[in-house]
């Protein structure tokens, strides 16, 4: 099936810092999607992104969808403590299958610097 | 308030006996889904719902049956066929399956 490669898998933030992760396939897809999950909870919808090219904000959060359509990266700028959980990417196709239409990613672990 | 909703949040059930998950939504959304999510684990798709008395397999159906007899709702039984049943279990929708999804809080089944 298609796969989505989100790096990095896991990174520590100190208050301030920004953030940069990435997803990329080898399949072209039509929407691009970042959530982000709390411990415990659902994932939460945070950006999407429609059109190649397309650089859309939501506050502190940046994220572009590839020009190759195979690609997008999430940016946060000045960290938070509220930040830290598990972003995933995901993509959407126009076809179904056993994946359904969306793709997810494995996931971003972002924790706090001890 | 719109939005979607599972039930319970925490369940605990027997090794052998079939369970029933619960999820609603009030977004008048076509489709509808369900993933298991394992620990440190992305997530997987069970089965999902593109519109009312039409459901298709996903990855992970075996062990798991659903229906879908209202619009609105899209409850997930875990059978006694399922080998290892205990999982974070998360419902989604969205308006159709070619648009982004929306989650529910999600349930925590644990089989003793």
């Known amino acids: 099936g298609q796969q989505l490669n989100q790096s990095p898998q896991s990174m520590f933030i100190q208050e301030g810092e920004d953030v940069s992760m990435n997803c990329t396939s080898s399949s072209i897809f039509n929407t691009w999607l970042w959530y982000k999950q709390d411990p415990g909870e659902g994932p939460v919808l945070l950006i999407a992104?429609?059109?190649?090219?397309e650089l859309t904000s939501n506050g502190r959060l940046t994220a572009q969808f590839g020009i190759t359509r195979k690609d997008s990266f999430l940016n946060i700028s000045a960290s938070i403590p509220s930040d830290v959980g598990i972003y995933f990417c995901?993509?959407?196709?126009?076809?179904?299958?056993?994946?359904?239409?969306?793709?997810f990613g494995k996931g971003t672990k972002l924790s706090v610097k001890p | 308030d719109g939005g979607i909703t599972q039930s319970p949040k925490y369940l605990f059930r027997k090794e052998g006996q079939n369970v029933t998950l619960s999820c609603e939504q009030n977004l008048n959304h076509d489709a509808m889904y369900w993933y298991r999510q394992d620990p440190g684990q992305g997530l997987r798709l069970i089965y999902y719902s593109q519109i009312v008395n039409d459901f298709q397999k996903g990855d992970i159906a075996e062990g798991y049956s659903v229906s879908r007899e209202k619009k609105e709702s899209f409850p997930l039984t875990v059978t006694s066929a399922q080998k290892n049943p205990t999982a974070f279990y998360l419902c989604?929708?969205?308006?159709?399956?070619?648009?982004?999804?929306?989650f529910g809080p999600g349930t925590r089944l644990t089989v003793l």
């Open positions: 992104l429609y059109k190649a090219g």
């Open positions: 989604a929708s969205s308006i159709t399956v070619y648009n982004e999804q929306f």
């Open positions: 995901a993509g959407l196709t126009g076809y179904g299958g056993s994946q359904g239409n969306l793709i």
